[in-house]
């Protein structure tokens, strides 16, 4: 494998599970929390974790690709996968 060729397995690697990695970011950022609880407080956790599964794709512009039932993040249950168009 080329360097071109691994840095574009490494990139899918990431854009495939790039709603895990934004939810790990809210649960580890003090103000990012503190905001997310607030808007579950507000909306409920299920509408607010839909509004930001939808906007890392539909702002990346990323095509679905699966669920996967297991994430890092314990924001959430599950999340899609993703891939570039």
Do not use: C, W
């Not at 950022?29 to 579950?40: E, K």
């Not at 509408?47 to 906007?55: D, L």
């Not at 702002?59 to 314990?74: M, Q, T, V």
């Amino acid at each position: 494998m080329n360097q071109n060729d691994y840095a574009e397995a490494v990139v899918k690697g990431f854009v495939k599970d790039i709603t895990d990695y934004v939810f790990l970011s809210i649960q580890n950022d003090d103000s990012l929390m503190r905001d997310y609880q607030t808007n579950v407080n507000r909306y409920g956790l299920d509408m607010v974790n839909m509004a930001i599964g939808e906007k890392v794709k539909t702002l990346l512009n990323l095509d679905n690709d699966g669920e996967n039932k297991n994430p890092k993040s314990h924001l959430i249950k599950s999340y899609t996968y993703h891939k570039l168009p």
